[in-house]
C-alpha cells in the first residue's frame, strides 16, 4: 500500500523527534520552540521523569504541561542547557527562517538563554537559498504598523501584513507579523543588521549562526545530520 504524504511528514518528524529526544539527558533545564516536530518530541520527553523546560509559545505550553513536563521561568536565574527547536528552512550554513507559527520572538529569546541550539524538523526543510518555499517573517509593533511597512519595503519590497480569518494575526506578545518574499542571492548578513536598525521592527525570522546542529527527519524514518562548520 502507498504512503500518504501526510504519513512520510509524520514519520520524519517522528524520526527527528526521537533524535533530538536522545540529546535531553537527566537533570537538564531546556528550551522547547514550536512546531510539529517539537509538539511530537514534547509528548516524548513526557515518557520520562524530572524533565524542565522553558518553552517558547503558549501552543507549546498548554501541550507540556498536559505531559507533565516542568514549566520553568526565564527569570533572569536560568541558563538552559539545550534549546531544541524546529525551523522552515534550512540552508547549507544552517542559517534559519523560522517564524511561520508567529513564535519568532519568544523562540529567538529561548535560543538565546541556551548553551547549544539543535533544529529539530523534516528533511524537505533543506534548501540550497533560504527563501525558496518560505516568506520571511518580521515582526512589528502595531503602533504605526503602516509606516513601519513602509521603512522596510526598501530592504523587502513584498511585505504582507499576516492575517488570521480576515483579522490581522498577532503573536504571542502583541504583535503583528509582515512575511516578506527574499530576492534570490540576497546577503541575508546584511539584511539581518538592517532589520534590525529599523524603527517598528520588533524582531526578524532570520536565525543565523545559533544553531550548532540540524537533526532532519526522512520519509524512511532516518536522520540527516547537519553540523555547524567550526569557527575560526
Same mark, same amino acid.
Given at each position: 500500500?502507498?504512503?500518504?504524504?501526510?504519513?512520510?511528514?509524520?514519520?520524519?518528524?517522528?524520526?527527528?523527534?526521537?533524535?533530538?529526544?536522545?540529546?535531553?539527558?537527566?537533570?537538564?533545564?531546556? +528550551?522547547? +520552540?514550536?512546531?510539529?516536530?517539537?509538539?511530537?518530541?514534547?509528548?516524548?520527553?513526557?515518557?520520562?521523569?524530572?524533565?524542565?523546560?522553558?518553552?517558547?509559545?503558549?501552543?507549546?505550553?498548554?501541550?507540556?504541561?498536559?505531559?507533565?513536563?516542568?514549566?520553568?521561568?526565564?527569570?533572569?536565574?536560568?541558563?538552559?542547557?539545550?534549546?531544541?527547536?524546529?525551523?522552515?528552512?534550512?540552508?547549507?550554513?544552517?542559517?534559519?527562517?523560522?517564524?511561520?507559527?508567529?513564535?519568532?520572538?519568544?523562540?529567538?529569546?529561548?535560543?538565546?538563554?541556551?548553551?547549544?541550539?539543535?533544529?529539530?524538523?523534516?528533511?524537505?526543510?533543506?534548501?540550497?537559498?533560504?527563501?525558496?518555499?518560505?516568506?520571511?517573517?518580521?515582526?512589528?509593533?502595531?503602533?504605526?504598523?503602516?509606516?513601519?511597512?513602509?521603512?522596510?519595503?526598501?530592504?523587502?519590497?513584498?511585505?504582507?501584513?499576516?492575517?488570521?480569518?480576515?483579522?490581522?494575526?498577532?503573536?504571542?506578545?502583541?504583535?503583528?507579523?509582515?512575511?516578506?518574499?527574499?530576492?534570490?542571492?540576497?546577503?541575508?548578513?546584511?539584511?539581518?543588521?538592517?532589520?534590525?536598525?529599523?524603527?517598528?521592527?520588533?524582531?526578524?525570522?532570520?536565525?543565523?549562526?545559533?544553531?550548532?546542529?540540524?537533526?532532519? +527527519?526522512?520519509?524512511?524514518?532516518?536522520?540527516?545530520?547537519?553540523?555547524?562548520?567550526?569557527?575560526?
Amino acid at each position: 500500500m502507498l504512503r500518504s504524504v501526510s504519513d512520510e511528514d509524520a514519520t520524519a518528524r517522528a524520526a527527528a523527534a526521537a533524535a533530538a529526544a536522545e540529546l535531553v539527558e537527566p537533570g537538564m533545564t531546556i +528550551g522547547l +520552540g514550536s512546531g510539529r516536530a517539537v509538539f511530537k518530541l514534547v509528548e516524548l520527553l513526557g515518557e520520562r521523569q524530572g524533565v524542565r523546560a522553558a518553552v517558547a509559545s503558549n501552543r507549546t505550553a498548554e501541550r507540556a504541561r498536559e505531559v507533565g513536563i516542568e514549566l520553568v521561568e526565564l527569570d533572569g536565574s536560568v541558563e538552559l542547557d539545550l534549546a531544541l527547536d524546529g525551523a522552515d528552512e534550512v540552508d547549507p550554513q544552517l542559517r534559519l527562517i523560522k517564524g511561520g507559527g508567529g513564535a519568532l520572538l519568544r523562540e529567538k529569546i529561548v535560543i538565546s538563554a541556551a548553551r547549544r541550539f539543535v533544529v529539530v524538523a523534516e528533511a524537505p526543510k533543506r534548501v540550497d537559498q533560504l527563501g525558496e518555499h518560505h516568506r520571511l517573517p518580521v515582526e512589528v509593533v502595531r503602533f504605526a504598523w503602516r509606516d513601519t511597512r513602509r521603512r522596510l519595503t526598501s530592504l523587502l519590497p513584498d511585505a504582507v501584513l499576516r492575517t488570521d480569518d480576515g483579522e490581522p494575526y498577532r503573536t504571542d506578545e502583541g504583535h503583528y507579523l509582515l512575511d516578506c518574499v527574499l530576492q534570490p542571492g540576497v546577503d541575508v548578513e546584511a539584511l539581518a543588521d538592517k532589520l534590525e536598525r529599523l524603527p517598528g521592527v520588533v524582531e526578524h525570522g532570520l536565525f543565523i549562526g545559533m544553531a550548532e546542529r540540524a537533526l532532519l +527527519g526522512r520519509p524512511d524514518g532516518g536522520v540527516d545530520v547537519l553540523d555547524a562548520a567550526p569557527r575560526r
